[in-house]
């Protein structure tokens, strides 16, 4: 799995893509609105150890189910999901005893979340939760 790389895809960024693919850490991924932020987090579902689990994606409503143990969810655009929800999803669970009782949580976003959160637009502490690894497409 944590072979495949995207060099031809993603050439500039396929050692990030590496990274997130063998790594179970949130991602987030910056770029403009046609940069490929979907397509990018599919892959990296696809590649990732994850990959036999459900990819869930988020547009602007929230799943009405609780999200499946060992999920991975694409928000595809961030800042257009309610703060307390996804504050939910990056707190760790106190009874999670390994990391594939919780979601992998990859987050897409057109604007520059670091400049948000300077003007007290975007909550720091879901930032740091959110950009572990961050590849800008």
């Not at 991602?27 to 932020?37: E, H, K, Y």
């Not at 979907?38 to 990819?55: E, N, V, Y």
């Not at 409503?61 to 999803?89: K, Q, Y």
């Amino acid at each position: 799995m944590c072979e495949v790389l995207m060099r031809d895809v993603y050439p500039r960024v396929a050692d990030d893509i590496q990274c997130a693919i063998c790594s179970d850490a949130n991602v987030l991924i910056s770029g403009g609105t046609t940069a490929g932020r979907s397509d990018l987090a599919r892959r990296i579902h696809a590649g990732s150890a994850r990959a036999s689990g459900p990819l869930i994606v988020v547009a602007s409503s929230l799943p009405d189910a609780p999200c499946p143990s060992g999920a991975t969810i694409f928000v595809e655009e961030i800042t257009d999901v309610s703060t307390t929800w996804l504050m939910n999803l990056v707190e760790p669970a106190p009874d999670a005893a390994d990391a594939g009782s919780r979601v992998r949580l990859i987050s897409g976003t057109r604007h520059d979340l670091f400049e948000q959160v300077a003007l007290n637009r975007f909550e720091p502490t879901l930032f740091y939760r959110l950009n572990v690894i961050h590849i800008l497409v």
